[in-house]
Every structure is written in structure tokens, then in C-alpha cells.
């Protein structure tokens, strides 16, 4: 029987067509389903062998003739008048003008809309962690060991770093689930604060930092070289940009 996963998703993985959360969804997967993870190498040897193979021929000097001799000839029309021209091309800018503001909104809407649920989700991750034994997973702050603890949990390296000397201790780090994918943590203190940051990849464009407050908690969300960031915490917001700004260095 064929993969439900095969028949939804592989095809467009393979063209770089999903989103980037339908992305690392369909990546999850491969670890598990061989079935696919076997169609995608054959979709790459058979996108291999068309690009060797020399599939196209040149259509031959007469078959143009036979094109040329049954298109109609086109008939002159008369010049449109300048002032309907003027008219015409006048309301043409005002409809792209329209259609652009429209989909900038759009965007603007849909963006807003993915970083409210992605705070949400966030927060109740950082709310979550406070309990009893689930702030950490590892405990240390050296960025090697916790670079080796990351190693198999998640699909790359996060930039683990310690900013004892600004004020921000690194703790350790552990793993977690937002929007199905498993993401690194890493846990900073910061005036008896505790810090998550959040970090996965993305093959969005680099974004400026974007905060917000939700439930007492203060959250910031970034990307920066394919890399994801949101940290997350109950300490002040300018706190949360200081530490975004280390990261940034």
C-alpha cells in the first residue's frame, strides 16, 4: 500500500515547494518510512538521468513554412485615440496599485496571524518548562557538550553560547515539540529570571526582531542566517532584546 505521506508531500518536497513547517513535517517522516525515503532517491536518479539524456529536437525548416501558411495574417487596427489611451492606461495603475496594497495586507495579516499562534505556543512551552524537572535536559554551559547532547535529537547544530559576562548565564538545554517539529532549547538566567530560547530552522528570509507580550510573558521572535529564534520569559522585554542583540553579535 502506498504512503498517504508519499502521495501528499513527497512530490512537492522534492520541488522545494512546502512551507517550511510541511518541510520539516515531511523530513520527520523519512526517518521512519523507508517507502518514501526510497521514492525520493528515485526521483533524483530519474532528475538525473533527464538532464543527461538530449530530449530535444529541432523542429525542421519546413514544418515552420507549414505554421507560417495557415496562421492568419493580422489586420491593421486603428491607433486608439491619445486621451482614451490615457484613460486606459490611468485605470490600469489604479487596479496594480489596488492589487498590490492587497496582497501586501495579506501578507501582513497572515504574518501576524502565524507569530500570535507561534507566541502562544511558545509561552505555554515556557509556562510548561517551569514545572518541576522540565526546564532542562542537560545541565551545562559549555556550547560543545550541548552541541554532542543535541546531536541526534534534532536534524542541526544550535548556537549554543554562554553570556555569563553580560549578564545571561547559560544553564543547558533540552528538547521540545512546537507546531509538531522538535526544536532545541536553550535555558539562560538573567536576574533570577529564566530565559527559553527557542531555536529551529527555517527557509524563511532573515526577519528584524518582532515582540510581544502575552499572559505577563514577554516574548521575542528573530531569524537570522536559516535559523530561527523566539525566546521566551517573565523577565522584561528590554532584557529579552539584550539577550536578542548577543545572539545577533
Known sequence: MRCDFGDSLLSGYFDCELSAASAA????HLQHCAECAGELVELDILSGRLQLEQLYEAAPPSLRKKIRAKLRPVT?????????????????????????????????????DYRAELAAEIVDAHVHSLQQGHLIG?????????????????????????FANDGFALQGGRVDVLEDRSVAVLVYTHCRHSINVFIWPTRERDTSPHAGS??????????EGKIEFCAASEAPAADLQQLQRLFAE
Open 25 to 28: 513535517k515531511f523530513e520527520r
Open 76 to 112: 491593421p487596427t486603428t491607433a486608439m485615440p491619445r486621451q482614451l489611451l490615457w484613460h486606459w492606461l490611468a485605470a490600469a495603475t489604479a487596479l496594480l496599485v489596488l492589487l498590490i496594497a492587497g496582497w501586501r495586507l495579506s501578507s501582513a495579516l497572515h504574518s501576524d
Open 138 to 162: 542537560i545541565n551545562s554551559n559549555d556550547g560543545q557538550a550541548l552541541k554532542g547532547w543535541f546531536r541526534g535529537k534534532v536534524t542541526f547544530a544550535p548556537p549554543a553560547r554562554d
Open 214 to 223: 502575552l499572559q505577563g510573558y514577554q516574548w521575542i521572535d528573530w531569524r
